[in-house]
């Protein structure tokens, strides 16, 4: 039986080869850093940048989409990426600069939007509605 981190690291790799695809018809020499990487998951040598892939799962379920800040009391996702960009994968495929991301967050710290979640709840994160990708 496969474990829900085995399945959701299944899911993310298969969000960064789509992600990778698209990026290469435009930048071939673009590449998946292999490993953990808290940088990006996606290099693009041609511009020399970043690019973070993200999805979630219950989008469809709450209309939103969850920006993960920190986890287990330290930086993570978007406080720690080095990504230019982000490619989140929902209903359709939003891209959107790393810092518009944080610039439409911002706005919901310490609000009802700014919640615990991923596994063990060790996560913080904001739930950002999904027309704000836009």
Not at 103 to 120: A, L
């Amino acid at each position: 039986m496969i474990s829900k981190f085995q399945q959701d690291l299944k899911t993310g790799k298969e969000y960064e080869n789509k992600a990778l695809l698209h990026i290469q018809q435009k930048y071939p020499k673009a590449y998946i850093v292999d490993g953990y990487c808290l940088d990006w998951d996606v290099y693009i040598p041609e511009l020399e940048i970043g690019v973070e892939v993200k999805s979630d799962a219950q989008y469809q379920v709450t209309g939103n989409f969850y920006v993960e800040y920190s986890c287990y009391g330290k930086p993570s996702g978007i406080s720690a990426t080095k990504a230019d960009i982000y490619y989140i994968y929902l209903d359709k495929l939003y891209i959107i600069k790393t810092k518009d991301l944080k610039d439409k967050c911002r706005k919901y710290i310490n609000t009802k939007r700014d919640k615990k979640g991923g596994d063990n709840m060790a996560s913080k994160g904001i739930i950002l509605p999904i027309n704000e990708l836009l």
